[in-house]
Each structure stands twice: as C-alpha cells, then as structure tokens.
C-alpha cells in the first residue's frame, strides 16, 4: 500500500513514527505493507516512488523543517495539490491543521484524492464538519475509502466501536464528553474551585488549551465530532450548522457547587438524539460512567438491546491520533481485499 | 443460515425473541437470513427442517415448558446430542447452564457441533474455562468458527473491542471488574456499609446472587472470563487452573473504609499481564474510570499507542446475552462470506 501523507505536524511525525516501528514487528501480522512514497507540508515535499526506509523517515523527523531540503528527495516549493495529483499511491493521509471556516486546505487535497482514485484517511475535523454527506457521497462515485477513526476520541476508537462491536443492536442516541480541554477546565472548576479564567490561564500554560481557546471552549470541536458520529454511527445527514451549540463560557463556580450538592457536576455533553443533535453544558450525576475526569473523553451509545455502553479513554494526543491512522489504513486494505474477491 | 438452538432458559428464549423480532426489520440490511431448524431442551426437542416463523418461536415462548409437547413438530425425549447429530444446520447456538466441574453437557454439544462440521455460537463459560486451548484447536481443525462474546461482558461487547478496534495497537495488560454481583455487594457494603453478609441475602432476594453464590463471591465467574480473554486477547495458552483466585469474602467493612480514607474502594479485579493471571480484591480509585458501582462491568484494555482504554456496560441480562449470540451469528456469517470468495 503505498502512503502520501499530506501534512507533518505532530500527527504525522506519529504516523511515520508507528509506521517506521511497525514495519519491523506487528504490521507482518496483518499482511499488510505500508509504503510511505510523498510527504508534503507547506514549503514542498519528499517523494520516493519506492516508498522511504524506516531509517529514512527517522531521519527526516529528526532533521526536521525544512522536509524539501533533502538532497535526494526534496522537491522544494511543490504543492501538496501537485504531489497528490503526480505521485502514484494507493492512500493519501491527510493531516494538515482544522479549519472549520472553509475547511481548507484539508478540503481541496481531499477532494483532489478521491478525483484521482485514492483513499483517503484523515484526521481532520474540518472536511466532514462542513461537507460531510457531500464527501461521503463524492467518495462513493468514485469508489475509493474515506475514513476519519482520528476524528473523534482520538486513540479510542469510539467510531470503531459503534460500527463494528454494535452491529445488530441499535443505536437510540450517544451523549459524550469528546473535548478534552473543556473536560479538564470544568472539571478544575468542580474539583478545587478555582475560576474559569485562572483554569483557562493554567491550560494554556501546560499546553491542554490553545491560545485561541474559542475552538473548544465554545464548543466547536465537541459540535464536529457529533456532526461526524450522527452521519457514520446514525445516518444522520447533517453539518456543522444544524448544531445547537453552547459552550462553556457560562458555566460558572455556583453553578458546579450547586451541582456537586446533588452528587452531581456540569460537563460539556454532545448529544445525538432522534430529534436534535446539540452540545452543552448539562449536569451528569457523579456516578454516572460518562462522568470522568481531566483530559478524558468519554461517550454513551444507548442501544436497544445492551442497554447503555460507555467507552472512555484519551482523547487527544499525537501518536494516539496517529495510531488511529494505522487503524484506518488496516480497515482499507481490509475492505481492498474483500473487494478484489468480490 | 440455519441454527439449532441448544438450551431454552432465559438466553436461549431472548435469542429467539430477538431473531423474531429482528426478521422484519434490521437484519435484512446485513444480507442475513437467520433460520431455527430445532431447539433442543432437557426433555426433548422441536425440529422443522424449514425454519420456524416468527410467529412459530413466539408462541414456543408463550406456552413454554415442555417444547417437545408441540403436536407438529416435537419429538419428545430426543437428546439434544441427537438432535445436533442428525438436523441439517449450519450453526448451534449453545446457551445450557454453566458448569465450572467438567463443563458437561455443553463440552459434548460443543465437540459433536464440531465433528459435524457445525459453527458454535456459546455463552457457556464451562468449556472455554475448562479446555479452551484445546477447542480452539478443535475448530480449526474442523474448519469451523467458535464464537462466545456472551460469556465476557453480557452485552457489552468487550472481546470483539480488544479483537477489532484495537488492530494495530498491542495490548499490554488487561484489568477488569467482570463479575455484577460481586461488584453490587462490594458498592453496597462500600457506599451503605453494610455487611457481607446483609448484602448477600439482600442480593440473593433481589435476584443479583444465586443461592449458592460461590461461583460469584468466591471469583470462579470473573476467573473463567479472564481465562476466555486471556486466550482470545492476549494469545495465551490457559485454563482455569493456571488462575490464581481469590475471592471477596474477606473484603471488611474496615478495609473499605480504610480505603475510602485514600478517595478507594476494593474492586474484584480480574487482571491478564505478561506473568500472571489472576482474580483478587484490589484497591481502585475512585478517579479510575474501572471503579463503577452496582452491577455494572468495566474493563481496561491498556495498550502501546492508546494509553488506557475503558468499556463500561451492564454484565449480565438474557436479552443483553441474546444479543450477544446474535453479533456473533452475524460475525459468522461475515467471516463465511469472505471465505466463500477466497
């Protein structure tokens, strides 16, 4: 399988990473065989028709920006448009930065992928908050994978769970707690009483909260990733505005003591139900499952059969998002093989 | 895909409850046409080599014991082993009680399934505890699929979460409460202090604990399934025997609240690690997602890449089980597709 990957910021370092690693080890066990042929970023790209060593990717990450100037491989100033476009590969990963205004770039190389019969996997909120019946569908015509398990829970793979492990029970509707950064300032807020601007000051400071924290805080990020689980886990065809979003700026110290006094706190919940798909702050009883603490995610499927089913683990990370890639691409090369059998 | 359904207590009636239910509606979309050719009871059988209807199974359900008294299709005092010898199918559905001595009648059913060249959907804990290392080779040997998500987790899918969502991570160790009636009594001594022994009876009348409530308290039920997922997850060779168990009855009041005095509480955990397997009360953290209360299971899968990943559902429940036979059935009719075409 050969691999461009498009983007190379924390994610994708993890993606050469476990990929470099895996090579030697475990990937064998699948039969599966990941070659990486192009990596773009901003200022150009490497390409090898012949797929980059695990020594040689090593080294790249190493040596850092700029990637282009590799003397053997570099392709200084050549658009990551130009490397999906020209480079033969099976797969392009794409793991550029979010952007839910307009989605781009991250819209564009997807699109120009699936117009030149490649999968694609991302990790990208972006696309699919935005567009995401429209490249579901754009994806089918042209019969090639989209898959996105980074998207939502990061490591834990909460959309694997719901589509594989609950195949014939059905799915009624998920509430979860998916942002990280907001689930560590409330909980901050409910556990040792300090304020919301104080928290905010201290996650910024370890690195949990951006500096424009409006992303999460606002409830943004939660609002995509239940856009992506109502159209993949419920069939749902739905974007980013048909979200009822609020955040968390009104939560206040009152509020959660209050809170606490019926054993319960406020969480940033993203919900998907029959008749609305909504995030807000809602109080969850401490002993409720999905009540977890810090950085964690954690989601609900309410199903007909089994009753309520959580899933908690950690959210964010680079090489869990990027161990979500290799699922992803052991998923295709799954479905590749079931096809060409059919 | 025809199926024998061996056993008629609660599991095996939620079976056919859910396979009638689901004819209609949701198992079409999986290209799967699930048929019952015989149930197979204590006292006899009911065979149609067509298929019972819907209505058929449900009228089983409604007039009840004996099965074998129905004027077209029983055949009273046929053994089930008879039974599974001599009707065509392709699957038997094994849902008799549990027996943790010699795994006896099931261990019987289960090979003979085997000898002639049937599929085993199981959630009979008995033999997979006692000889799963060798049943699995029986299987393969047969060239047939033996599936048993009902016996860990309910329906909570827990061994197709470690099997399949977590491709391409590895499993370091796994930790899990797998047991609801001890996880009641200890959260009802934890929570209300009381006693042991009140706890007990209380659980016993509410119908949590069976009169004779050693294969719970004194963890041969959490041991059999750290058997099944050690072998399954894991890739290990053992039986019940190479568990060290230990079990809740000298779990104090005191060492409760000891251990509430450190935000703990004492868990029944089963644990798989590199060295051991073993069953013991454990002191948990009340901040740990695996500390849930009542009768509720938990099990933490920690892996390579994606840190701790915890999946909380109900442990127990005829429908919840029934559901559980039903993703395997369709596993296997999956897995027969793609060996079909290759």
Known sequence: MRIIL????????????????????????????PKV??????????INARGFSAEKLEK??????????????????????????SVEAEVVVEVTPVNIKNAEPALSYITKAFKTG?????????????????????????????????TVGGGTPMLEFAKRCLAGDKILAIKGILNGTTNYILSE????????QDVLANAQKLGYAEREPSMDID?????????????????KKVTLKDVNITGIREVTLELLQDAAKRYST?????????????????????????????VLNAVTFQTEYAADQTLIGRGAGGIETANAVLR???????????????
Chains 1, 2 share one sequence.
Not at 65 to 76: E, I, K, R, T, V
Not at 189 to 196: R, V, Y
Request: glycine content about 10%.
């Open 6 to 33: 498009v983007g190379y910021g924390v994610v994708g370092k993890g993606v050469t990473t476990i990929l470099a690693r895996r090579y030697m080890e475990k990937i064998a066990n699948y039969g599966f065989n």
């Open 37 to 46: 042929v192009a990596i773009a970023d901003v200022d150009g790209a490497v």
């Open 60 to 85: 790249f990450k190493q040596k850092g920006y700029p990637l282009s100037a590799d003397p053997d491989f570099g392709h200084q100033g050549m658009s990551a448009l130009e490397v999906i476009e």
């Open 118 to 150: 490649k999968h694609v996997v991302t990790t990208n909120k972006g696309p699919l908050a935005l567009a995401m019946p429209a490249l579901t569908e754009l994806a089918a015509h042209n019969n090639v994978f989209l898959r996105f398990s980074g």
């Open 189 to 196: 807020m409910g556990q040792n009483c300090i304020s919301f």
């Open 219 to 235: 409830g943004f990020d939660t609002a995509c990733k239940v856009v992506i689980l109502s159209n993949w886990v419920m069939g």
């Open 266 to 294: 406020i969480k940033l919940i993203g919900t998907v139900e029959d008749k609305e798909v909504s995030v807000k702050p809602v109080e969850v009883p401490w002993a409720n499952p999905l009540c977890v603490s810090g």
């Open 328 to 342: 992803d691409l052991l998923d295709i090369r799954h479905k590749l093989a079931s096809k060409l059998l059919s």
